[in-house]
């Protein structure tokens, strides 16, 4: 259930809603867990426009985007954390409209420490979230 965080300079992109909405649907796709609404209502993504006068690299550029992805420890392995950092750059540069930004977006990956996802009002470990969604799916399943 990952929290995706884009910061970039204001305008950057037309629709910062559907950028959060696709980066959500990436790395919930990416990170291949179920699509039930405990993973669906739970992943999110969060576009911060800010001023291009808080933007600066060494030599004063301030042109950049920053992705960061929050993850639950474990939950991208290699192959995913590559697939995740190539389909959010290229979403990064559809939603500006601009290919030259690819050489200019950072995707960091984060691994929340075990038991230190907040869900809830519960510090949850990956058992408890595993456990969670299997209730989730068996009640689905049930219900059908």
């Given at each position: 259930?990952?929290?995706?965080?884009?910061?970039?300079?204001?305008?950057?992109?037309?629709?910062?809603?559907?950028?959060?909405?696709?980066a959500?649907?990436?790395?919930?796709?990416?990170?291949?867990v179920?699509d039930?609404?405990?993973f669906?209502?739970?992943?999110?993504?969060?576009?911060h426009?800010?001023?291009?006068?808080?933007?600066?690299?060494v030599?004063?550029?301030?042109?950049?985007?920053?992705?960061?992805?929050?993850?639950?420890a474990?939950?991208l392995d290699r192959?995913?954390?590559?697939?995740?950092?190539a389909q959010?750059?290229?979403?990064?540069?559809?939603?500006?409209?601009?290919e030259?930004?690819?050489?200019?977006?950072?995707?960091?990956?984060?691994e929340?420490?075990?038991?230190?996802?907040?869900?809830?009002?519960?510090?949850?470990?990956?058992a408890?979230?595993?456990?969670?969604?299997?209730?989730?799916?068996?009640?689905?399943?049930?219900?059908?």
């Amino acid at each position: 259930m990952p929290m995706i965080d884009v910061y970039a300079a204001e305008g950057t992109f037309a629709d910062p809603k559907q950028l959060a909405r696709e980066a959500a649907a990436i790395v919930m796709a990416v990170e291949q867990v179920p699509d039930i609404p405990m993973f669906r209502k739970n992943t999110a993504g969060f576009v911060h426009e800010i001023p291009a006068s808080t933007i600066s690299n060494v030599d004063g550029d301030s042109n950049y985007v920053r992705v960061q992805v929050l993850t639950n420890a474990g939950g991208l392995d290699r192959n995913k954390q590559l697939a995740v950092v190539a389909q959010l750059t290229d979403l990064i540069v559809k939603a500006s409209g601009d290919e030259s930004i690819r050489d200019r977006t950072w995707v960091l990956l984060t691994e929340a420490p075990e038991g230190g996802w907040g869900l809830w009002g519960r510090a949850n470990s990956n058992a408890d979230l595993v456990a969670a969604a299997r209730e989730q799916i068996a009640e689905l399943q049930a219900g059908h």
